[in-house]
């Protein structure tokens, strides 16, 4: 008798390509040497996840197999987790932390934990991303006691409208405004001041100024921003629509780590009056050297041993040869690029301008 091979988390779980090629499971090098320090893990079933998010690669009503679906850019490939967990023991100098992201089905919360469980006898920090609709306030205390160290929610989209529009009700989804953002003050009060993160995605629709805004309430409540670049996901709703302009995703980025750092605020920030980010209300000297410092424009995420980000996402929400979110420190022709991004603008983005 042949013995049926489990598809279904938790003993088999996705793996961004990058997170592959660090622990040798995919062939091949980052582009001008890149690392990762954190293995990307997503939860698989054969019945998909309940989320019908127009951006996601893994929306209900996509076509084909689910754990062929890609999650966001790059390839998503399979593994078991006996192998994951043998990789990540043999190659402990190249993992930092290992992040679960769970999907919207009715077992994550009993599978996260298993792989958390699992987990536990290696030297590395656990990131548990969360789905807020299966999950409730004592789950996120299982978590934490089960070795989790940082719980994030992906609320992507910066206004309620839009999260509707593009997550819940308009499209059918089963995602809440309000609940994610419970979820995300949980987690701050479970997990602790900066322990918890808020994944927002820039280019959805959102204005600068609505989307400053909500950056501040994220920091205001006491997590972090991750912050991503929208990118069109193949075979998505919103294959078709163009990714996020750079000029656009750079001032948020400016802006997301000048009000972290309490360079700012949303409130200092100008706006013109279709909502693109004037003026960051700093000091110009000041603004240039956090500028070239190019700090701001690297990937968002959760932090490695060293306290610099081990979540760089190499290329994940923009191709090597546009990069959005920056996995290295961006160098000098780097940063003449992002300066010309910094002021250039975009269809629809300044009235002002295009009538000039
Ligand atoms: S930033 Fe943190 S929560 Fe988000 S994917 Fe990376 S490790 Fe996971």
Redesign the pocket.
């Known amino acids: 008798m042949t013995e049926s091979i489990k598809v279904d988390s938790p003993a088999q779980l996705q793996m961004s390509l990058a997170a592959a090629m660090t622990l040798g499971l995919r062939p091949g090098i980052f582009y001008r040497g890149a690392t990762l320090s ?1 293995i ?1 893990l997503l939860l698989t079933y054969e019945g998909g996840c309940a989320g019908n998010c127009a951006y996601c690669g893994l929306q209900r009503q996509r076509d084909g197999r689910f754990s062929e679906k890609s999650f966001i850019r790059v390839e998503w490939p399979s593994f078991p987790l006996e192998e994951i967990i043998a990789r990540i023991g043999r190659h402990p100098e190249r993992v930092d ?1 290992v ?1 679960i ?1 769970m999907v919207t089905h009715g077992r994550a919360v009993e599978d996260t934990l298993a792989v958390a469980r699992s987990l536990q006898p290696l030297d590395a920090a656990v ?3 969360m789905a807020p609709t299966v999950m409730t306030r004592e789950n996120i205390v299982t978590l934490k006691d089960t070795g989790a160290e ?1 719980g ?1 929610v992906a609320i992507d989209a910066a206004t309620e409208e839009l999260f509707d529009r593009y997550r819940g009700k308009t499209v059918k989804g089963p995602h809440e405004w309000e609940r994610y953002w419970q979820c995300l003050a949980d987690a701050v009060e479970v997990f602790g001041d900066s322990k918890a ?1 808020c ?1 927002l995605i820039v280019g959805l629709g959102e204005t600068e100024r609505e989307m400053a805004n909500t950056i501040q309430r994220v920091y205001d409540l006491g997590a972090n921003v ?1 912050l991503f670049s929208f990118y069109p996901e193949e075979g998505s709703a919103l294959a078709d629509r163009e990714a996020c302009p750079p000029g656009q995703y750079r001032r948020l980025q400016l802006a997301s780590y000048m009000i972290q750092n309490g360079f700012t605020s949303y409130g200092s920030i100008s706006y013109d009056e279709s909502g693109r980010i004037a003026g960051f209300g700093v000091d110009p000297e000041e603004e240039k050297i956090v500028i070239e410092s190019g700090i701001p424009f690297m990937t ?3 932090p490695g041993k060293d306290k610099l980000v ?2 760089t ?1 190499p290329y994940g929400d923009g191709p090597p040869g546009d990069i959005r979110s920056y996995p290295f420190a961006p160098n000098m022709e780097d940063i003449a690029k992002i300066r010309m991004e910094l002021t250039e603008s975009y269809p629809g983005c300044s009235e002002l301008e295009e009538g000039q």
């Open positions: 954190c990307n932390r992040c992201s990131s548990i991303l940082i994030s993160g994944h991750h968002s995420g959760c081990s979540c996402r």
